[in-house]
């Protein structure tokens, strides 16, 4: 099975442009990511993916691989997609390019949702991090899943689900943005077009799963550390300093 990580890579992010770009410790942020995907050896291949060449230029002048978009995409998924319609592969990992810690331990319990998956119904796999602070529960940044009874997701959702109309006592997880995708759902899914819940929502799974698509979510303790304030690169620095 051969498992490449492509991170997409936008330079003008909304609530932080050109945050990748940005030093964290001596490097930029996208080449932490980077290095930070390579480290954990369980990928093929590592590439960025991204719109601009100042990335692009920023990775292969640190020895790294990566891929010019050749048209303008509005998800990573997308982005990734494009990129690798020549690539040969069997799992294609989306890794956040916002996020440096990037760790081996969740990505491990990711991929070996497709080595136990031997009739191969699984589409996709991601992440799931249970929350109990209601703040975090509360706030629309945080993006809620609620899954069947295989764990398979049902759907997610920038609002509080679910709904707990009696009060009880109910878990809520948060979907962290890591997807792994064979490689043929990737290109079927992102072929789909746009509906109404992601358009709505503004959350591109809900493209994948409104057609039937099968997304295994799993469950993970590791709740990534992403960077989308100047806030959050200064606890990055922090972190490092540590």
Request: hydrophobic share 40%; proline share 3%; net charge negative.
């Amino acid at each position: 099975m051969k498992v490449i990580a492509m991170i997409p890579a936008r330079l003008e992010a909304a609530r932080f442009p050109r945050k990748l770009l940005q030093d964290l410790g001596g490097k930029s942020v996208i080449v932490r990511t980077f290095e930070a995907a390579k480290k954990t050896n369980l990928f093929d291949e590592v590439y960025v993916v991204t719109d601009s060449e100042l990335i692009f230029d920023e990775i292969v002048s640190n020895g790294g691989k990566a891929i010019m978009s050749i048209e303008e995409h509005q998800s990573g998924s997308d982005r990734i997609a494009e990129a690798i319609k020549n690539i040969d592969a069997d799992i294609v990992v989306n890794v956040q390019g916002d996020e440096p810690f990037t760790d081996d331990i969740s990505l491990r319990d990711l991929l070996a949702v497709f080595v136990d998956d031997v009739d191969t119904k699984i589409d996709i796999a991601s992440l799931m991090f249970k929350l109990d602070d209601e703040n975090e529960i509360n706030n629309p940044n945080n993006v809620k899943v609620v899954t069947d009874v295989n764990e398979c997701a049902l759907y997610f959702s920038r609002s509080v689900i679910p709904f707990s109309r009696d009060n009880q006592s109910v878990d809520y997880f948060k979907h962290i943005g890591i997807y792994a995708f064979r490689k043929e759902a990737l290109l079927k899914g992102t072929q789909l077009p746009i509906n109404n819940l992601e358009q709505t929502e503004k959350l591109e799974q809900l493209r994948f799963i409104a057609n039937g698509m099968k997304i295994k979510m799993v469950k993970t303790t590791q709740q990534p550390i992403g960077i989308d304030t100047i806030e959050d690169l200064e606890k990055a620095r922090d972190l490092l300093r540590k």
